[in-house]
């Protein structure tokens, strides 16, 4: 899959990061993992915390799928309001979603704290406001459910987001939890202090096939080689619904914005992360070097050529809904970039087994929520393969039947 265009700004900002060799020996494992993004940078890494030394492979350099392309906000917030989650996986589940999401943030500044090179990472509320008039009643039942199950969130009025964010809006929920990191840097700070350790890291290796026996798996590489695993981490992005025998996932079109620098501290309240009811929705956030993040203006299609050809058109549009919002505010882009990303049925990732392919788990994160759902995966994955029982194994499996279809 062509899964992003050439020029995302974290890619830029921090080049090819650390360099690891491509594959040119046989070799056995305990646990293999396709996929040196976020995802499988963060499998990899809970495992060696787990006492397992994974073998983690990538047919691109590391973290250059869809990782690279991130804009790496962190939010419990699902694509799918609660309200709506609960009408399709029932209220205990969707409420645990939502506490795990939550949880998720902060176990990833936990994990930002432990590594050596000090990956970037900052709280900040979460700031949704209502698109449309429409949206205000929903908006309130949100709010009260939310408040049921013990979030910290405050429903504003017309005059609050005035005062807090200086423009008008119906409502708005400003949530206590959010976070940012650079999934990008994050990804190889992850797999160089696991190689510093004993996980082994590929790129540049392509996994061609995949052959299964009652002792684990075998897969065979683009170069020729084989490597023998007692289980297999399928954490390949949106390229692993070639692994699957259902579709579950819809593929979109993203477009990002990147201002130049813009020498001020705080943006808006406490430079939350803000998003809207509107779907597709657009959302910004400040950056660690004083520039503004937007994006949005999503297409419903997985067309690269289409994608990239509309990213001029789509980062003038980006441009004016921020200036409609923040007109004092002298955004200029500095760099634009357009990626694919998908969603499930019910917003919900993956993260479990299917009886086609034994010792395989598959770590799908996917919906704008991708790297807390990664790191979910990553708990669950590596307490299982541990040996060790994970309450949530369950949750996010491959019976639930809002997911199978799209
Ligand atoms: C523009 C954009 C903005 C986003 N913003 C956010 C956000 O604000 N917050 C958020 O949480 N999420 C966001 N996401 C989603 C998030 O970035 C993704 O969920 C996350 O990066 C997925 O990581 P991954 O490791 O699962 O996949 P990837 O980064 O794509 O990594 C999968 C890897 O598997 C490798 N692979 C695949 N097949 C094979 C094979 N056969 N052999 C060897 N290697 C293979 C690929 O080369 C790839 O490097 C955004 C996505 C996009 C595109």
């Not at 080689?225 to 007692?230: F, H, L, P, Q």
């Not at 390229?239 to 990147?258: A, V």
């Not at 597709?280 to 949005?296: K, T």
Request: net charge positive; charged share 20%.
């Amino acid at each position: 899959m062509h899964l992003r265009s050439d020029k995302p700004y974290s890619l830029l900002r921090h080049g090819l990061g650390h360099v690891y060799p491509s594959l040119r020996k046989d070799l056995k494992a305990e646990v293999v993992i396709i996929g040196a993004g976020i995802t499988g940078a963060l499998v990899g890494w809970h495992l060696l915390q787990k006492g397992i030394q994974a073998v983690v492979i990538d047919r691109r350099h590391a973290g250059m799928g869809s990782t690279a392309a991130s804009t790496s906000l962190l939010q419990y917030e699902i694509d799918t309001p609660l309200n709506e989650l609960i009408k399709l996986v029932g209220e205990k589940n969707a409420v645990l979603s939502y506490l795990l999401c939550r949880q998720a943030i902060y176990d990833l500044h936990e994990i930002c704290k432990q590594i050596p090179s000090k990956p970037f990472f900052n709280l900040h509320p979460s700031f949704q406001f209502a698109s449309y008039n429409n949206d205000v009643r929903k908006m309130e039942r949100e709010y009260l459910l939310r408040k049921r199950a013990g979030f910290n969130l405050q429903l504003l009025s017309v005059d609050d987001i005035s005062r807090l964010f200086g423009f008008k809006k119906p409502a708005g929920l400003l949530s206590a939890d959010g976070g940012l990191v650079d999934a990008y840097q994050l990804t190889h700070a992850l797999l160089k202090h696991g190689q510093d350790k004993a996980m082994l890291v590929y790129d540049n290796t392509e996994v061609t096939s995949i052959g299964y026996d009652t002792k684990g798996v075998t897969l065979q590489t683009d170069w020729g080689y084989k490597i023998e695993a007692k289980e297999l981490v399928i954490a390949c992005g949106y390229e692993s619904q070639t692994y699957l025998p259902k579709k579950i996932e819809k593929l979109h079109s993203t477009y990002s914005i990147i201002s130049e620098p813009l020498f001020i501290n705080e943006f808006w309240h406490q430079n939350a992360l803000i998003w809207e009811t509107a779907n597709p929705y657009l959302y910004m956030r400040a950056s660690a070097d004083h520039r503004i993040v937007v994006g949005g203006k999503d297409d419903p299609f997985y067309n690269p050529a289409r994608r990239d050809a509309n990213l001029p058109r789509k980062m003038k549009l980006l441009e004016q809904s921020f200036g409609r919002l923040f007109p004092h505010i002298p955004f200029r882009t500095d760099f634009a970039w357009a990626g694919t990303f998908a969603s499930t049925r019910d917003g919900l990732p993956y993260i479990g087994t299917i009886p086609e392919r034994p010792h395989t788990w598959f770590a799908l994160g996917f919906g704008g929520n991708g790297i807390t759902f990664s790191l979910i995966a990553a708990q669950i994955i590596s307490d299982v393969l541990s040996g060790k029982k994970n309450a949530n194994s369950r949750l996010f499996d491959f019976s639930r039947t809002a997911g199978t279809k799209v």
